[in-house]
């Protein structure tokens, strides 16, 4: 049988600088780098005609969303991916920079930030997720290449000229880099449409449009990554081969559709 060469796996050490109990690691830098630039892609949105938000309230909303990034990240990881460790080991909880964060549970805590943060500003809801929806691609670009780094979420078994093999992987079998393709769909992909829509069509006026066009583009690009990423150890596939990751999408599919159409149908 022919044996296809493997790319060297890059090692980078996870942790960038290290001096005494104090380091600064890449994941952190990536959840930072990711705010910051979708922070200012977020002002640079609200700064255009018509906009309901202000840049001032966009600007505020910068210390909301790192709280729901954080917070309902690593709580939807507990919940969502392995409870039954964390309950029995519930100081683990606060080692977030061990790795361990839920897009899922983000994305739910950045949800619950927006509503109230909107209602405190008395803005309108979509107007303010519509500008937040369009930079969130940055920040998963971003996370995604702290994956590849760490050396983990890592792909499933593969036999392609590129498949690496990752030193966490206690098979040491060739797999896909499916972090790297889940940057370039889930950031890069997703960013370049949703980006056209906001500065090439009259999406931002159909409030809720732009929205919808994150959550439906997002839950596709994952289920299609998932068709290539290895599951995590300790769940395995669900029923009818599915992952945890493509469950969790359904829903954010539908509500997706459910708000383009009805954002299409309020226009």
């Given at each position: 049988m022919l044996t296809l060469p493997v790319i060297p796996f890059p090692t980078i050490d996870p942790v960038l600088i290290e001096i005494g109990p104090f380091a600064i690691r890449w994941y952190a830098l990536a959840y930072i780098a990711g705010l910051l630039l979708g922070w200012r892609y977020v002002l640079r949105l609200a700064r255009r005609p018509g906009?309901?938000?202000e840049p001032k309230q966009a600007d505020d909303f910068l210390l909301w969303a790192t709280l729901g990034v954080v917070l309902g990240g690593r709580l939807g990881y507990v919940l969502f991916y392995n409870p039954g460790y964390y309950l029995e080991n519930p100081s683990q909880i606060l080692i977030v920079w061990q790795g361990g964060m839920s897009f899922h549970g983000g994305m739910l805590g950045v949800v619950v930030a927006l509503?109230?943060?909107?209602r405190r500003q008395k803005l309108p809801v979509f107007a303010l997720s519509d500008i937040?929806?369009?930079?969130?691609?940055?920040?998963?670009?971003?996370?995604?290449?702290?994956?590849?780094?760490?050396?983990?979420?890592?792909?499933?078994a593969a036999e392609v000229p590129w498949a690496m093999v990752f030193p966490t992987d206690p098979e040491g079998v060739p797999r896909h880099p499916s972090q790297l393709y889940q940057a370039a769909m889930e950031g890069l992909v997703l960013f370049t449409v949703?980006?056209?829509l906001a500065h090439r069509t009259n999406a931002l006026k159909h409030r809720g449009l732009l929205t919808g066009a994150f959550l439906g583009g997002y839950a596709i690009v994952r289920m299609?990554?998932?068709?290539?990423?290895?599951p995590d150890a300790h769940i395995g596939f669900l029923s009818g081969g599915v992952t945890m990751g493509q469950s969790l999408s359904l829903p954010m599919l539908?509500?997706?559709l459910w708000m383009i159409w009805q954002s299409r149908r309020r226009a």
């Open positions: 906009s309901a938000v509503l109230l943060y909107a937040v929806a369009v930079a969130t691609p940055i920040g998963l670009f971003f996370g995604r290449l702290a994956n590849f780094i760490n050396g983990e979420l890592y792909g499933r949703l980006a056209f299609v990554g998932e068709l290539f990423r290895q539908a509500v997706g």
